[in-house]
């Protein structure tokens, strides 16, 4: 018989959301509007036109939304807060009703004995900031670090898990890349710019939560490890440049203070000679965890077809594949918590988002499934020496998939849009069974 899973003592059993996901009202209260805002409104840019506006309503909905989190046993709760509707145009005044529904909110976690941890980015720049130039304005950073000091402030006394950013290669590569997330430009030059004032911005709200701030400070990144479809050495090669471009393109900035060499190849002439040492520096301010969200794997061949990067993923015949045409595969979930560890140091690790679209609505074998070998996968890392503090599921509720519009359901409880009716799938009792057991449950099923 094999070992029980046990899970470490204090470990957080959480789920995560982000604010334009779920919320909707996103001009309630004197809030400005974002970037998603404008883009979901712009014809053409998300699937059937489908906006946030409404969304899963948590934003008159939260209290409920709290007492279904705190049915389910869940300790932890990660969710992003909205930077327009505290500073309306992005920097300057800021919006005290806007305040408060985080205010509230933290409050009602708390009463709920769940640990909230915020993400000050979920994609959501105020429109006002990218009419500036946003991610691609060097300013971006200190205004990032204005906005983060008001969040400390108001909340630090009740927070003790704050997130940066949530995912910056997202951030870069589908809004500035490919288009296919807010703003929507499609620019090879733009993109590499975008990323160094992403990591900018997250280094100068570091900074400044030295100052203000006296719990915990992190980034959120999601990684997909790259494996080689055959041994030749165009695929080799291949897998090398998807591996720097998505997974070590902002770490090793943060953690060893240069990025990685295959930059200059993939972006050619877009690529700058140098980056400034104060820059390099900033970001490299320490952090005191890392959140990884994991999803899925690539496994990657020589594709002169797909530039930048000139690789693209090959379709594993015999794998389960979800709704959004990912691949399932535990075992790299564990690969990644170990190689995280290896190449930078033991800094405590949270999985900050893991989860899967199926279209099963309340009875979800697959994604029951799903959640069984990842959580066992997270174990397993646990197991082999990984500083593993926390899991948290993607999502809480079904939502608004962005570009995707609201017809891929990650949630753990089916939102059905028509009522606002939550009702917890079949992976959500699971899953409170499995945090009810600290993780021994996960022995006998499956
Ligand atoms: C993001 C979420 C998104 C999820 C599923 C992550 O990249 O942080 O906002 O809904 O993946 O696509």
Known sequence: MSEPFRFPEGFLWGAATSAYQIEGSPLADGAGPSIWHVFSHTPGRTARGETGDVACDHYRRYAEDVRLMQSLGLNAYRFSVSWSRILPAGKGAVNRDGLAFYDRLVDALLEAGIQPMITLYHWDLPAALDDLGGWLNADVAHWFADYARVMFRALDDRVRLWVTLNEPWVVADGGYLHGVLAPGHKSLAETPIASHNLLRAHGAAVQSYRADGRNRIGLVVNIEPKEAASQSPADVAATRRADAYMNRQYLDPVFLGRYPEEMAEIFGEAWPASHAAADMKLIREPIDFLGVNYYTRG????????????????????????????????????????????????????????????????????????????????????????????????????????????????????????????????????????????????????
């Open 299 to 446: 496994v990657m061949r020589h594709d002169d077809q797909a530039p930048p990067l000139r690789a693209s993923k090959v379709h594993q015949a015999g794998s389960v594949y979800t709704e959004t045409d990912w691949e399932v595969h535990a075992p790299s979930l564990t690969r990644t918590l170990l190689w995280l560890k290896k190449r930078y140091g033991d800094v405590p690790l949270y999985v900050t988002e893991n989860g899967a679209a199926f279209s099963d609505p309340v009875d979800d074998p697959l994604r029951v499934n799903y959640y069984h070998e990842h959580l066992r996968a997270a174990h397993d890392a646990i197991r082999q020496g990984v500083p593993l503090a926390g899991y948290f599921a993607w999502s809480l509720l079904d939502n608004y998939e962005w570009s995707l519009g609201y017809e891929k359901r990650f949630g753990i409880v089916h939102v059905d849009y028509a009522t606002q009716r939550r009702t917890p799938k079949a992976s959500a009792r699971f899953y409170a069974d499995v945090i009810r057991s600290h993780g021994a449950s996960l022995n006998s099923q499956g």
